[in-house]
């Protein structure tokens, strides 16, 4: 399923939405800065180049490209089309609430990585089983970063 706000009443209604399952009300979203961009590198407070405020991720993905990968009464996934990253929000209620944990493939070069990172203000034990389930699901939703292939033009004959 792919989000799309065809109208701002639309994208509104999407955002309170979402804002419904960290428990934030209509009144906070209206009032809410643009979300981050991506940044080059990680900075303080951010998880995979965005703010690190679990509301503001998901007001961030809010746009067309963000499709939803899986739902359950723990967890639900989205992948966000536009730079491949895939993130994992905790649902309202549950122990670890509000986490959010996000894998994205990082090139630099000729190689990439993958960066895996998480924001999560419960225990240590309720993170660390967030974080394992959500990899569970982000092994059958992500790509997998591949080492760089040299590309190489074949050579020019002369005749």
Known sequence: MTVMC???????????????????????????????THAAAPQPGTICGRAADV???LLSMQKASVENVFRDKMM????????????????????VHPAARCRREVKSGDTSRLEIEQVCGASEKACAS??????????TFAVKAQPAVPVTTPAKTSN
């Open 130 to 139: 967030f974080a394992s389930q959500a990899d569970e699901k982000f092994k």
């Open 55 to 57: 509301s503001q991720l």
């Open 76 to 95: 639900f996934v989205l992948r966000d089309q536009d730079d491949g990253s895939v993130w994992a929000f905790s649902i309202k209620h549950t122990t």
């Open 6 to 36: 065809p109208t701002s009443r639309l994208c509104f209604a999407v955002a309170s939405a979402a804002a419904a399952l960290v428990g934030m009300g209509p009144a906070a979203i209206a009032q809410s800065p643009q979300p981050a």
